[in-house]
């Protein structure tokens, strides 16, 4: 990218020359004039094409950092960064990856525990069980298009899915063996977000190198009489997702 290839700032205009600049950039890296992970201009040479000050360069940079538009490399500069894949499973009956797959995304499912226990009281709660009810408990680290994206602990109630513990799960969809070998089917969910900072443990697994937020999603699912599924909490590295929910009126 040249400094030549930016439009020029409008002096006389009210909006400040550091979001002008700002919104220059913005639309050319949202239209995808400029590659991702190209390298912007220095901050000497944006200042010195548009005679500005580093000072309004650098505030227009951080910004686009705070909007995940760019992304800076410490001592080698901005650069256009991937733009956020949105998924809607949050909004959907889709299981993650069953979404992911439907949008031609290359998914991987690695199963780290599966085993046959009784639930905590969190887990019997949200699945309403009886006093002795065990459930079979999945943790799963998943990579979209190679990317570590998301570690889910999952529990789903043993007399609905008898040797469930026993299944192979690797890179498969936990809502289709559900429904092929014990005929459930999720009928409606409810869901929970909110941003946490993970534990150690969490940051190695996903593989984080320092502590970021997280977007923790708690599900319930139920089949049509109303019987309780499956209770999942699932936390997702948000650099380079956004969820997308659809509402209706």
């Given at each position: 990218m040249t400094t030549s290839s930016?439009?020029?700032l409008d002096r006389d205009s009210k909006t400040p020359l550091w979001q002008q600049l700002r919104d220059k950039l913005r639309q050319q890296i949202v239209a995808g004039q400029l590659g991702v992970n190209a390298q912007l201009p220095t901050e000497a040479e944006l200042g010195a094409a548009h005679g500005v000050s580093r000072i309004v360069v650098r505030e227009c940079l951080a910004d686009l950092v705070r909007s995940g538009l760019v992304y800076k490399i410490q001592g080698k500069g901005a650069f256009i960064s991937a733009p956020k894949r949105e998924d809607d499973f949050a909004s959907t009956l889709l299981a993650h990856s069953d979404e992911m797959r439907l949008k031609g995304r290359a998914v991987r499912t690695q199963v780290l525990h599966q085993t046959l226990r009784l639930?905590?009281?969190r887990e019997a709660t949200a699945l309403s069980l009886q006093a002795g009810t065990q459930v079979t408990a999945l943790r799963r680290l998943r990579s979209v298009?190679?990317?570590i994206s998301v570690l889910v602990d999952?529990?789903?109630p043993a007399d609905l899915a008898p040797e469930l513990h026993r299944i192979r799960l690797e890179d498969k969809s936990l809502y289709e063996v559900l429904s092929r070998q014990y005929g459930l089917q999720v009928a409606r969910a409810e869901r929970w977000i909110d941003a946490v900072l993970p534990a150690a443990e969490e940051r190695e697994l996903l593989q984080i190198?320092?502590?970021e937020p997280l977007l923790r999603i708690e599900s319930i699912a139920y089949a049509a009489n109303g019987r309780t599924l499956e209770h999942y909490i699932a936390l997702h590295r948000c650099q380079s997702t956004r969820l997308?929910?659809?509402t209706q009126g």
């Open positions: 930016i439009p020029m639930p905590d009281a298009d190679g990317t999952t529990v789903v190198d320092s502590t997308h929910v659809r």
